[in-house]
């Protein structure tokens, strides 16, 4: 059998515009899905959505024409759709699943396809792989692509059944967030929608609450300022300069289809994922009275699992990819998931990452304790008696490269980096424990060509040089 030459990683299948994501790829992608879907339920409705990036009208366009080619009925948002929203359409509808057209946080010649199922969640891996199977048997059989299904009118998007999900899923935000705690504060934030999705969702809900808030970057871009929709600190840059400008409590940002967040302290500092997932677990336990145990992906920084600790919880560690995290909400089991990479979600919400969300608990979090984040951060190291302080690097590798990194995380011995390893977790990737309590751990990128590298220590100063030892190691052999 022939390899597939649709992949499907910890989020969804994502490729180089006109190189790996292509109209003939995308046909075979959604043909598959369709068989797929076609052979779990009768009659299926599925949704199909869309972020802002290049072409993104006519992939999804061509998706309805196959979906209803193959007999299933279609829903077509009608404009860029944040991931959560769609999540929340699927258990509010209770649709067969979603067809969701975004490379996320991805640069922007990339673009992607993500497949969630009934449950709202991302498809886990026993369904992707019936799809991959699905793409390989059609390339294998026919030795060609699907043919381009036909249109009846010139005006296709017209005759499509289009929907418009943004004040079903915004009216749920005023359920899970407390308006009234952030009114009281007349607390003002900047907004920073990098281009991306969560235009007009952030800034509406909180400007209809009473919220002030500046939004900036909310106009569609596809080459997202040449550097892509990541919340990372180099991009939201000018987020800083506007927050230190006006005077703002915090910056808020969300990535490319608003499934990611980013914050900005009152200061300038940008504040790493690692430490909100903390902060915001402590705080709906204290707030919420959920006191339950709380998911972490095992690149996840273990501040969490002290927060569970200091409240008699636990934590339950799972591989990359939040479809993991969603099953433990799906099954009411956790208070809150989360991933290092600026995702998380909560009890009684969808089983999906959810930036907007995030953002708003972040905004509530400091309305309620009128406290800046690096505040909060010191106060909880405190209460919890030592400090975390994650890194993460990424690294572009030669295939030999990569090669020699696998083999020497392949190793099992006691002692690494002048080290004594305590153990070594090989859930996803090469996770090495140390005696003074820090952690690295080595894995390749499920979503783009790298390899990543973690590090946490009890100091910066710790973590930075256990980074730098470990890059050597890595790369030098």
Not at 22 to 39: K, P, Y
Not at 415 to 425: A, E, M, N, P, W
Request: glycine fraction near 8%.
């Amino acid at each position: 059998m022939n390899p597939s030459p649709i992949k499907f990683g910890t989020s969804g299948w994502r490729g180089l515009i006109a190189d790996d994501f292509t109209f003939a790829n995308v046909r075979l992608a959604v043909t598959a899905i369709a068989e797929h879907v076609n052979s779990k339920t009768k009659n299926p409705t599925l949704l199909v959505g869309y972020d802002p990036r290049f072409y993104s009208e006519e992939f999804s366009q061509l998706a309805v024409d196959i979906l209803n080619q193959h007999g299933i009925r279609t829903l077509l948002c009608d404009t860029f759709t944040p991931t959560p929203a769609i999540a929340y359409e699927i258990t509010r509808r209770k649709l067969d699943g979603a067809i969701n057209f975004t490379a996320s946080h991805n640069p922007a010649q990339y673009h992607g396809l993500k497949f969630s199922s009934a449950d709202a969640g991302p498809a886990l891996p026993e369904v992707t792989k019936d799809i991959e199977a699905r793409v390989a048997k059609m390339v294998e059989k026919d030795g060609s692509f699907p043919a381009k299904p036909a249109t009846t009118s010139s005006d296709k998007r017209a005759a499509n059944e289009m929907v418009n999900i943004r004040e079903t899923y915004l009216q749920r935000l005023e359920q899970l967030v407390r308006f009234d705690v952030l009114r009281q504060s007349k607390a003002h934030f900047v907004y920073d929608a990098l281009h991306g999705c969560g235009a007009s969702y952030l800034d509406n809900v909180l400007t209809r609450n009473g919220i002030a808030v500046q939004s900036m970057r909310l106009n569609r871009d596809t080459l997202f300022d040449g550097t892509g929709p990541d919340v990372s600190e180099q991009n939201l840059a000018p987020l800083r300069k506007a927050v230190l400008e006006s005077g703002a409590i915090a910056g808020l940002a969300t990535d490319g289809d608003a499934d990611r967040f980013g914050v900005i302290d009152r200061d300038g500092t940008w504040i790493q994922p690692n430490h909100i997932l903390a902060l915001l677990y402590e705080y709906l336990v204290e707030t919420r009275q959920w006191n339950m145990p709380a998911a972490r992906s095992v690149a996840t920084t273990e501040m969490m699992d002290a927060v569970a600790k200091s409240h008699g919880q636990k934590i339950y560690q799972t591989p990359v990819g939040f479809k993991y995290i969603g099953q433990l909400i799906r099954e009411d089991k956790i208070a809150m998931g989360g991933e290092e990479s600026a995702g998380l979600t909560i009890r009684g919400h969808v089983p999906e990452k959810d930036g907007i969300l995030a953002c708003l608990l972040v905004a509530e979090m400091l309305a309620a304790r009128g406290t800046s984040i690096e505040e909060q951060v010191k106060e909880l190291f405190k209460k919890l008696g030592r400090q975390f302080w994650p890194v993460r690097e990424n690294f572009h590798l030669t295939d030999e490269q990569k090669a020699n990194a696998v083999r020497q995380v392949a190793i099992d011995a006691s002692t690494l980096l002048g080290r004594k390893i305590l153990s070594v977790d090989r859930t996803d990737g090469a996770k090495f424990v140390f005696e003074d309590g820090s952690w690295m751990l080595v894995r390749l990128s499920g979503t783009e060509p790298l390899l990543r590298l973690y590090v946490e220590a009890p100091s910066l100063e710790v973590s930075t040089r256990l980074t730098s030892e470990a890059k050597n190691w890595l790369l030098d052999g």
